[in-house]
């Protein structure tokens, strides 16, 4: 019975992971063809295993080399990594006093203001996004608001820039953010700041020496549920950002759509994946050597 519990998410990796990760590098190493699906394939079981062996001879690996000669991807890559820290730094900010007054809030209120982070996945995301243009938009919400109460003379630009994504992905994600800090900081044991309070801790010293710390795992979970999809993004650069934006979730969907290059745009999202797997991974295996070597 222990066994067949522990398969079950193995199982659910496997369809909905592994299979797809498959099914998208097997088309990143075939060829471009005008046809449907607009692909040659490299290889397949249609002749048995003596024919997916010998076709295996035929992989191209012309989409990678594509992705190197272009700098347009490069650019992408970058783009996106530094717009997802970005965001996810922002997000950490608002996010940890969202959660700490949480956590410290009465436990009465606690499940009440839990259920107010999570109100905003009531109502679509796409909704969601799009209200944002109305807000941000020259003659939007923001800036009626600013020019009536006198604080600026003229309309902010800030639609179509990345301060739009920013606002954006934080507003978006900040639930992912804000979940985990709260489930840290619920569980910890206040009477330490106290003690530093008696001990003359200033508060500041206090929070980064102790709160911080302890804090820490939310932090990290918190950052990478925010950071990894942010980075392939697409619904949101679409949208306030503007067609001037160089992300690689556009980029992946301009080669898979628009110029329907299938294999081009697999290889996009196979080597996106690696960017974000391979670092977890060096993460966890980190992680695992600290806990052992504490014990």
């Known amino acids: 019975m222990g066994r067949l519990v ?3 998410p193995y199982l659910w990796l496997f369809v909905f992971f592994l299979v797809p990760f498959l099914i998208v590098f097997k088309i990143s190493l075939s060829t471009t063809a005008i046809a449907m699906p607009p692909y040659m394939p490299a290889f397949g079981f249609e002749d048995g295993v003596a024919g997916f062996i010998a076709k295996l ?4 690996l012309d989409s990678y080399v594509w992705l190197t000669e272009d700098t347009l991807y490069f650019n992408a890559y970058v ?3 530094v717009i997802a820290a970005v965001s996810t730094a922002i997000t950490l900010a608002v996010g940890f006093p969202i959660a700490y007054g949480m956590a410290r809030a009465p436990a009465s209120l606690r499940p009440t203001l839990l259920m107010l982070v999570i109100l905003p996945f009531w109502t679509s995301f796409l909704i969601r996004v799009y209200a944002w243009i109305g807000i941000l938009k020259p003659e939007g919400l923001l800036n009626q608001f600013l020019l009536a109460t006198g604080i600026i003379d003229e309309p902010l630009i800030i639609l179509n820039t990345h301060a739009a994504i920013f606002i954006g992905i934080v507003y978006s994600y900040l639930p992912f953010m804000v979940l985990p ?3 840290s900081l619920e569980k910890m044991d206040y009477s ?5 309070q008696d001990l003359g801790c200033p508060p500041i010293t206090a929070f980064w020496k102790i709160t911080f710390p302890l804090a820490l795992p939310g932090v990290l979970a918190g950052c990478l ?12 650069p679409d949208l306030l950002g503007g067609s001037r934006t160089l992300m690689i979730g556009k980029t992946l969907w301009n080669e898979f759509f628009n110029n329907r290059d299938w294999p ?14 391979v670092p977890i991974m060096v993460f966890q295996q ?3 050597k600290a806990q052992e070597r504490g014990r």
Do not use: D
């Open 264 to 277: 081009v745009s697999s290889a996009v999202a196979i080597i996106l994946l690696l960017i974000l797997v």
């Open 192 to 196: 330490l700041i106290e003690a530093a």
């Open 286 to 288: 980190a992680q695992a």
């Open 57 to 60: 001879g035929e992989m191209s």
């Open 225 to 236: 549920l925010v950071f990894i999809p942010a980075v392939g993004e697409f619904v949101i």
């Open 6 to 8: 522990i398969a079950i």
């Open 79 to 81: 783009s996106s990594i």
């Open 181 to 183: 800090l709260y489930s």
